[in-house]
């Protein structure tokens, strides 16, 4: 009896998981293409997606139905050549967290087609702190306050009840974003808290707050009370390409390029977070403006020569 149910929970995994490929083969599939049903299903077939077996339009319609729910990807179809299309590919290239499931399941069908390699492939190692996501999340969905046990390092620990507003992973880490009782937005890190529990107070959660915009002027997860700055940076060497291609802020904007280096502008509140950014490319970067931030970072950089 045990053996049954433990196989008929592993075909079930097996089903998922087949299903959530075809959802990923689907939207990478029309994501820059328009293909008619029979062309889908042609492709369909000869990449052998379900075993060789064709992509009925009954399947393919809760296939659309089930990767708009859970990724809020639109699959369109033009009226007059009954071609199928992402309506909004703007979605897969944006911060929200659809697009960050989407991405992960993608990774995780390429992973597993790759089993045959997996001793040379090299990986992170995963988030720190995911232990608390579940009871976290149903705080966060539930808008109840929760009893957090918390110790930073090289500090006494302490407990505190707070209202968790919001979460953000970042380098491998999961961030708290909660109201503690004095009324102040605080920051706590996942892998630094020593208990969760769910109290049965709720909190009001204000209607127009937004976790995007909370976190839109910074880079990282320090949000303190550093000025909006207009800073110029000028990228050498390797970094133009570098900061085109994996831009730093979304208010990045590129000012002048030459031979030699490229300048680009961006408005952001430059917290040690983003200083410790630019610290990271070394030599790559060089803060141009304002002339207070760019002494900060010379300050910085001094010192840190004067250890060595």
Known sequence: MQKSLEKCIFVSNMKV?????????????????????EELNQEWIDEGVA????????????????????????????????????GNNEVLSDDSIKRWLFSTLTVHGVLADSASVKERLVLENAPAGEQYLDIIISS??????????????ETEGYEKVVCPYALKLFRQRWYLLA??????MRIFALDRITMV???????????????????????????????????IL???????NYLRT????????????????????FDIRPTSDFLGELLRHSNGIEVLEPLELREKMRQIITETLERY
């Open 246 to 265: 994996l831009p730093l802020h979304h208010s990045q904007q590129e000012l002048e390029s030459t031979p030699d280096y490229t300048d680009f502008s």
């Open 234 to 240: 000028r990228a050498h060497k390797w970094m133009p």
């Open 17 to 37: 998981a087949q299903i959530f490929r075809q959802y990923i083969w689907l939207v990478k599939t029309l994501a820059y293409r328009k293909l008619t049903l």
């Open 51 to 86: 075993d060789g077996n064709p992509l009925q339009r009954s399947s393919f319609n809760r296939h659309r139905d089930a990767i708009l729910d859970m990724f809020g990807i639109i699959i369109d179809c033009e009226p007059r050549t009954y071609k199928y299309y992402i």
């Open 140 to 153: 966060i969905r539930t808008n109840h306050r929760m009893r957090i046990g918390y110790k930073k390092f």
């Open 197 to 231: 529990e769910l109290t049965d107070d709720c909190f009001e959660m204000p209607a127009d707050f937004s976790a995007q915009s909370y976190f839109s002027e910074y880079f990282g997860v320090l949000t303190d009370d550093t000025p909006l700055t207009h800073v």
């Open 179 to 184: 109201l503690n009782d004095e009324n102040k």
